[in-house]
């Protein structure tokens, strides 16, 4: 997996972001099993309950075109510091099995993440 492409993915998606409140621009492509790349942003909306995050919307459009088997998914923003997915998107990411989140800043610097070491106790499959 070229990591460092998927970063620079993730910063050109973060261009497209409708953030007219927060004006924090992120963006985010995830790696499919195939070598396919889907990217996203977030995409805000004045009732912050509509908003969706760059990370699910990248998900979603991969899901939305037939993939659901994934390699791994980096995110990056404006800020020189590094930022992680928020607790929905992590429970989206646990849902699709992404094995790998990377998380990138501005520079183009990244550090990785195996997604249970975010996500720990994530709410999964109930076994009975």
Do not use: W
Request: aromatic content about 10%; proline content about 4%; glycine content about 8%.
């Amino acid at each position: 997996m070229d990591r460092k492409n998927l970063i620079l993915k993730a910063l050109e998606a973060r261009k497209h972001a409708y953030v007219p409140y927060s004006k924090f621009r992120v963006g985010a492509a995830v790696l499919t099993d195939e070598g396919k790349i889907f990217t996203g942003c977030n995409i805000e909306n004045v009732s912050y309950g509509d908003t969706c995050c760059a990370e699910r919307v990248a998900i979603f459009k991969a899901i939305s075109e037939g993939n659901t088997n994934f390699k791994g998914i980096a995110v990056a923003s404006d800020s020189p510091d590094f930022i992680f997915p928020c607790g929905m998107c992590l429970q989206v990411l646990v849902e699709f099995k992404v094995p790998l989140i990377i998380v990138g800043n501005v520079d183009g610097q990244h550090k990785e993440f195996i997604t249970t070491e975010l996500m720990p106790y994530a709410f999964d499959e109930i076994k009975i």
